[in-house]
């Protein structure tokens, strides 16, 4: 496969552009080699700058979950820049995003708008901490809030992927505040909370990880936690930036019946424009500013054209829940389809999956937690990931990522992807 003209602009890139990226993972470290520059995408499609076709299981990290280029988005979005691109001041469709968002999640009573994910986990637990009083915060092992500073410690994907999983530059009186627990370990949660008594702010996680790969909430762990935190009046928080409007038109918290008291979202919110938000229990919401003491705002929060994507692509799911028995259907297909092809081969890896997410984990080990994730062979994640992408197919460069399907993926894409899995596994254990 031709890549020279990436090549070429990945070399130049990095002469002005630390790595060469704007996002650490874009730059294929985790598997070696250079990253295809995107040129354009359309359906289940996207064209690199040397015009390879490859079919898509990033999808933006999850955004177009109905493709790319759908046609009602570009739409409205084109509709809306008539009327110039931002005012700081309010605007009609930020009211319909907020009242839409409050009927589709089920424990959110009021919302407020961001920019990404980062500024919606980063402002939930200020306003977490603000309404409790307390300091410190619970995370998970290899959950991934975005790159706020609270936040990376032990922190999924792209830390993992470099292995400096607490960054230069956080403060030991940050790091100090934040603690760690295994994923699916409900007594260490417990075992946290005893030895913090009464200091515990916020519990944060993601209630299905992707930022490890696809790890799905063992048996009774998310009701663990809710009971946990209502004993001890913290403020439990789902994540729910990537999972949100993906694993049903209310997240996770609909398909597993456990309302958290705030939920963090982005990703698939802004239609792929940049977008966040936060929202929860009105009780806790109301002492966001001016309303309340916890300030928070944004120049460009809530900002119209941005909205015009949301407000357009939630609607749509809103209004389609075929949309999700689809992708349901899509990912039961693909995933039937990578274990016959491993039965045939004679292989025993783990594929984790629920809905339209799933990560093939290279270890013959359940992936149930951080240290069971990384029991997989990387190098021949490695060796995988570029057989894949020579057969065109586009997938995220790192074994602790999950993969996001859309809609825009056919019965004919599903069996290329599974076919072209099988020649990868033959060709990479040789
Ligand atoms: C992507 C992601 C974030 C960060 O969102 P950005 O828009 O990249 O800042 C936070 N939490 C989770 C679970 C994510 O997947």
């Known amino acids: 496969m031709n890549i020279s003209t990436s090549q070429a602009l990945f070399e130049k890139a990095q002469n002005f552009i630390p790595g060469g990226v704007n996002s650490p993972v874009r730059a294929f ?20 700058e040397d015009d390879n076709e490859y079919i898509e299981l990033i999808n933006s990290w999850g955004p177009m979950i109905l493709g790319h280029g759908h046609e009602l988005i570009q739409k409205a979005v084109s509709d809306a820049i008539q009327h110039s691109f931002s005012f700081g001041a309010p605007t009609r469709r930020e009211v319909e995003i907020a009242e839409l ?90 075992k946290l909370v005893d030895a913090n008594k009464g200091q515990i702010a916020a519990l944060i996680l993601e209630p299905v990880v992707g930022n490890m790969g696809c790890v799905l909430p063992a048996e009774g762990f998310l009701e663990g936690l809710r009971r946990i935190c209502d004993e001890e009046g913290i403020v439990f928080i789902f994540d729910e930036v990537m999972t949100g409007f993906r694993l049903s038109k209310g997240g996770a918290q609909e398909r597993f019946g456990i309302k958290p008291d705030l939920t963090t979202l982005g990703k698939i919110i802004g239609g792929g424009m940049p977008v966040g938000a936060y929202g929860g229990k009105a009780e806790i919401m109301n002492w966001v500013s ?141």
């Open 29 to 48: 470290r985790a598997v070696g080699g250079s990253p295809v520059f995107i040129k354009s995408a359309k359906g289940p499609y996207v064209y690199d």
């Open 101 to 190: 968002i409050t009927s589709m999640v089920p424990s959110i009573e009021k919302v407020r708008m961001v920019n990404s994910g980062t500024e919606a986990t980063m402002s939930a637990i200020r306003v977490a901490r603000g309404f409790t009083g307390r300091d410190k915060i619970i995370k998970f092992e290899g959950c991934y809030h975005g790159h706020g500073d609270s936040f990376l410690i032990a922190a999924g994907s792209g830390a993992v992927t470099f292995g400096t999983p607490d960054s230069p530059g956080v403060t030991k009186g940050v790091a100090n505040d934040t603690l760690t627990a295994p994923y699916n370990d409900l007594d260490a949660v417990q």
């Open 290 to 430: 001016p309303l309340g003491p916890v300030y928070q705002a944004g120049t460009l929060s809530g900002n119209p054209i941005a909205m015009a994507a949301g407000l357009t692509m939630l609607s749509y799911l809103n209004e389609h829940p075929e949309v999700y028995s689809q992708l349901e259907l899509s990912g039961h297909k693909l995933v039937n389809g990578f274990k016959n092809s491993m039965k045939k081969l004679g292989l025993d890896y783990t594929i984790n999956s629920i809905g339209s997410m799933y990560t093939l984990f290279f270890t013959d080990q359940q992936v149930t937690d951080f240290p069971s994730a990384k029991s997989s062979n990387l190098p021949l994640f490695g060796k995988y990931f570029h057989a894949m992408l020579d057969r065109g197919i586009y997938m995220g460069p790192s074994q602790f990522e999950s993969m996001f399907l859309s809609t825009a993926l056919e019965d004919s894409h599903i069996e290329r992807i599974i076919q072209a899995n099988e020649d990868s596994l033959k060709e990479v254990i040789g």
